[in-house]
């Protein structure tokens, strides 16, 4: 089963603390983009279930959730698997089965992933996430279900750090979602500027259920700066909001660095001030077949799913068995421009399928029995999660040219495409891939540019980012008072002392016998 927010923003419930709760319920626009992903986790099933080598014999079933990227619908979702679920009976086949869950994809967040992991980690049922990506959770001891196929923060943190430094930027600012994965990521990324003698001048959180007032103070923070660079370590969704108040009275330019989350995500390319933005994005991948999947969609299948037919009327305009404005079948979603149809820049959705096919190799190492080049799997066998489980720590095999495997921790190989946000010949800015990062390779061989790279307002140079100029040979750096140690006044050395090297942070007086003329910040000393 698949645990995803199809649903944006939120839940909505009414409590008067006189009656009984009424039931949660989601509400707002569909996510497309994450109804990509349950059809993909559904497009592997089927693909699985169609398999002679991969649990021959054997079909796997699936309940999908919308969690509206809530923690407490997350949670009610949590106990609902946890309780097991109602006796499904084959009618087809000569056996029954209990509804017990083997196994989780998801969630799509840091915080419901937890949140989720707390419960049914104490039932021993494994879960694998595509898409949450806080460090917190390679912690066995708190979280020794979860394993996940898209890589921990940490990586992500040092390579944003290791980015912001290639190109000479130590004075920047900083924005995050209040949240999980924000508050971890940055403090992760905070850490490691540090030790890369990075300065930052502001640190500010957010998050979707803030007021807007929130959001207003955080975009005059942004105006009022002197760093040219911003780095996010934010969701697209918690984002979204900040640029949409940003854009009502654009800032002076801005380089944004964006963490994968929203950097790598298709509709925020609209905010157009964001042009140059460069960020480290999952790497791409081509799964075979699952467009026309995407795209094959009859009358009968939308009218089948409450959420299918929910998409087709909000892509279409249009009402299914209603009177008014009423779907008339030329809609035609092929010509659909969507996040759901978008299948050029797959990443995370790659992540749903291999999270899928994971679990899939776990439960065929847990039935199946490999006898002289045959495979032998027994469907009557009852397996408990746990067995699941175990089988996860040890899985290792290769789908569509990617490795898959865990590590102690249950985390990935990190790898990364460098992303740059380059105008095209048509005016409309594309995601385009100048660069790689990968974690398993030795130190000075991990981060790599290959391609050129455009900045912010279009340019071909690269933007400066400083909080003091540097300090010429003549002169040492005097530290301002209650500011970080990238601000600076140079002060000319005085007479008879010299410095000699650019931002020395002192002045030495000349040895005897040796000559001193004038430069422009003061003295030098000749031999």
């Not at 806080?134 to 066995?140: F, R």
């Not at 921990?152 to 004075?171: C, I, N, P």
């Amino acid at each position: 089963m698949v645990v995803c927010f199809l649903h944006t923003p939120y839940y909505t419930v009414k409590d008067n603390y006189t009656t009984m709760p009424e039931p949660l319920s989601c509400t707002g626009s569909i996510n497309t983009r994450e109804l990509r992903f349950s059809r993909a986790m559904i497009f592997a099933i089927e693909e699985i279930n169609n398999s002679t080598e991969l649990l021959p014999g054997i079909k796997l079933g699936y309940h999908i959730y919308d969690s509206c990227a809530s923690v407490p619908v997350t949670v009610h979702v949590a106990f609902q698997l946890s309780n097991g679920l109602d006796p499904v009976f084959y009618t087809g086949d000569s056996c029954s089965q209990s509804g017990m869950v083997m196994a989780v994809v998801g969630e799509s967040g840091s915080t419901p992933s937890i949140s989720m992991s707390r419960i049914i980690g104490s039932f021993n049922i494994p879960q694998v996430s595509h898409f949450a990506t806080c460090a917190c959770l390679s912690n066995k001891q708190q979280y020794p279900n979860f394993f996940r196929t898209v890589p921990s923060d940490q990586f992500q943190a040092e390579a944003l750090a290791k980015l912001v430094k290639h190109f000479g930027w130590t004075w920047i600012g900083a924005v995050r979602s209040d949240s999980d994965y924000g508050n971890n990521g940055m403090a992760s990324f905070l850490a490691a500027a540090h030790r890369e003698g990075i300065c930052v001048e502001y640190s500010e959180s957010f998050y979707r259920t803030h007021p807007r007032s929130r959001f207003q103070r955080v975009a005059d923070v942004i105006r009022r700066s002197t760093a040219t660079v911003v780095v996010t370590f934010a969701s697209s969704g918690d984002l979204r909001l900040l640029l949409e108040e940003l854009s009502l009275e654009p800032s002076p330019p801005r380089q944004w660095i964006g963490s994968e989350s929203w950097v790598t995500t298709t509709d925020m390319l609209r905010f157009s001030f964001c042009s140059g933005a460069i960020g480290f994005g999952i790497e791409r991948s081509v799964i075979p077949g699952l467009r026309d999947f995407l795209l094959d969609l009859s009358p009968s299948k939308v009218a089948a799913s409450p959420v299918l037919t929910e998409f087709w009327e909000d892509a279409f305009n249009c009402r299914l068995w209603k009177n008014k404005s009423v779907c008339d079948g030329t809609e035609n979603i092929k010509t659909l421009q969507s996040p759901y149809t978008d299948t050029s820049q797959l990443r995370i959705t790659n992540m749903v399928y291999k999270a899928v096919y994971a679990i899939a190799h776990a439960i065929h190492k847990a039935v199946c029995q490999e006898t002289n080049s045959t495979t032998q799997c027994d469907k009557f066998t009852r397996i408990e999660s746990k067995e699941v489980l175990t089988q996860l720590k040890k899985v290792y095999f290769s789908q569509n040219g990617y490795d898959v495997s865990f590590d102690a921790n249950g985390d990935p190989v990190a790898r990364y495409e460098l992303v740059n946000w380059q105008k095209s010949e048509s005016g409309s800015i594309e995601i385009v891939t100048v660069g790689h990062y990968d974690a398993s390779l030795p130190v000075g061989q991990k981060f790599r540019i290959n391609r050129n790279l455009t900045w912010v307002d279009g340019g071909t140079r690269v933007p400066v980012s400083v909080c003091s100029d540097s300090c010429p040979p003549g002169s040492r750096k005097l530290l301002q008072k209650g500011k970080p140690i990238c601000c600076y006044d140079c002060i000319p050395c005085p007479e008879g002392e010299i410095s000699n090297a650019t931002d020395s942070p002192d002045c030495f007086p000349c040895p005897k016998l040796w000559l001193w003329r004038y430069l422009p910040f003061g003295l030098q000393c000749l031999d």
